[in-house]
């Protein structure tokens, strides 16, 4: 019996109105757009309004995904969400989610590996599809960052972004189109150098906790920079040599979007040239889950994918946590 392949058969998105420019924040905290571009490559970021919460985001970007290709939400199986900031402990995100867009069948779980969230989302979704029980899983990667940094920390500050951006899997209609191969990995090694300390059962919300910031990120980055240029550009390299795949077949790579420096630093150690590399840290910032669906989202919409592309994508994360995935994109393009 043939393996039922799981195929991206739509994407969406969502992005907060509101945006805030370097320039912006060389009003808030000591900082320059000079200072931000060199070392991080963004230019601006979406942040969203107060009280709207992540399953605001992340219901929009399902309902984009499931109207461009005419899927009705009752269709659906499974939502995944991919976040790190849900709305609160419980319910789930994905449960919020379900009631917004009346996705009535729908089953569905929030998954938690830091900004290899999505990744890891969209490896089980395809899990699901290949085991012949489901036809329609929803995956979403969406996060509120802005809420966990303070303008005390400037290394942290300017980094990040909100957004989110939702995939439909569906068993591929063409057996050699889809995701073939998949690689996820965790080290706890990582603990202590990018984290949100407090809020949790260990260090549960006080005056303390408040008093110390340890419910804003905290990021060694020096030692996230080391690691997530290595793990992302192997696994990417793994992916391609057990698929017996050359930089020239690869037609787009597909990183995680934390800092350009990373990005190009990742291309450099797998010899790849940059302009196979999908960029959009400069207009996004760091969405931790929602930069793999925003950057397939404007790949499409850039026609920098038609069907039969071959594509990597490498995500890494606190934890630590990374993956690859190695796939043939099924859509037509737009």
Known sequence: MSLTRAAITSVGRFLPKRILTNKDLEGIIDTSDEWIVQRTGIRSRHCLEPGLGNSYMASRAAKDCLKRVGVLPSEIDTIIVGTISPDMFFPSTACLVQKMIRANNAWGFDLSAGCSGFLFALTTGTMFIESGRYKK???????????????????????????????????????????????????GVGEPYLQVKGGGSRRPATLETVKNNEHFVYQDGKTVFKYAVKNMADV??????RNNLQNSD??????????LRIIEACAKRMDLDISKVIINIDKY???????????LYDAVDQGRLKKGDRVIIASFGAGFSWG????RWAMNST
């Open 137 to 187: 899983v929803l995956v979403i990667g969406s996060d509120v960052n802005t809420i966990y940094l303070t303008p005390e920390d400037r290394s942290t500050y300017v980094l990040f972004g909100d957004g989110a951006g939702a995939v439909l899997l569906e068993p591929s209609v063409d057996p050699d189109l889809g995701i073939i191969d998949f690689e996820k990995r965790i080290d």
């Open 236 to 241: 990417a390299v793994a992916m391609m040599e």
């Open 250 to 259: 690869l037609d787009l790579f597909v990183p995680h979007q934390a800092n």
């Open 285 to 295: 910032a760091n969405t931790t889950c929602g930069t793999i669906p925003l950057c």
């Open 324 to 327: 690859g995935v190695y796939l």
